[in-house]
């Protein structure tokens, strides 16, 4: 992956209390040369997923970039469909009125999408539940891979911590419809492949955590709503 051209990789490590810095040293190590830029931010604690991604991208200047993005490092996706999604950010980016390209893991016929029931089940009460008072939301809105246009709206989204560890990414598109006056434009765009990888399973405890998280968002996205001028407000579906 870090030999795709043009892409500035932060490794993060979110506070692991075994050998991974060391690994991921290693391997950034091993990566630096011939001009790639491959960093590591190691943190010092476990602060979750998304304040894992907001440290990473904030650890770079955010004005020296067109975008910025995050993939989860467990070797879910395949190469071939980070490049598209670049080739698709470019097209539905740059060259339209999108703001943002999200990875969908969709079964599509052809496809090959190994995903447990149970996290596609999950998956579908958090996009339902999230839609509901008019808000646009992706069909799914926890595929490990995205790309942001990296506008000074997205950062002033980044401004605060976030709320939620396993939501962060409807916590951006809550927060930059109350910074922006309009919904996060998001191009939604099938895998061709992914699957799921041994030890990345959503236990009983997480599951509660999720459900808490899902109401942290409605909340954010509600008051955001609020916020808005009455004519300015996002029509509903």
């Known amino acids: ?141 926890q595929s490990g891979l995205k790309l942001f246009a990296a506008t000074p709206s997205l950062w002033d989204s980044l401004e605060s911590p976030f709320d939620t560890r396993w939501l962060f990414e409807m916590e951006i598109a809550a927060r930059y419809l109350k910074t922006t006056g309009g919904e996060l434009a998001i191009w939604e765009m099938p895998l061709d492949y992914w699957r799921d990888i041994a030890g990345s399973k959503i236990g009983y405890g997480e599951s509660i955590r999720i459900m808490r998280e899902l109401i942290k968002v409605k909340s954010v996205q509600k008051n955001s709503r609020n916020s808005l001028p009455q004519d300015s407000q996002p029509d509903s579906p």
């Open 1 to 141: 992956m870090t030999a795709l051209p043009d892409i500035d990789w932060v490794f993060v490590d979110d506070g692991s209390a075994d050998a991974t810095p060391g690994k991921l040293a290693n391997f950034v190590s091993s990566q630096c040369e011939g001009g790639k830029s491959v960093s590591l931010l190691v943190l010092p604690t476990n602060v979750g997923k998304g304040e894992a991604v907001r440290a990473g991208w904030l650890s770079r200047s955010p004005r020296n970039y067109d975008a910025v993005g995050f993939l989860d490092a467990d070797g879910a996706f395949k190469r071939q469909d980070v490049e598209r999604i670049m080739a698709e950010f470019d097209a539905y980016v740059f060259n339209s009125t999108f703001d943002a390209v999200w990875s969908s893991r969709v079964a599509l016929s052809g496809r090959l999408i190994e995903r447990q029931t149970s996290r596609h089940y999950i998956g579908r009460v958090v996009a339902t539940f999230l839609s509901m008072g008019g808000n646009s939301i992706p069909y799914d809105t």
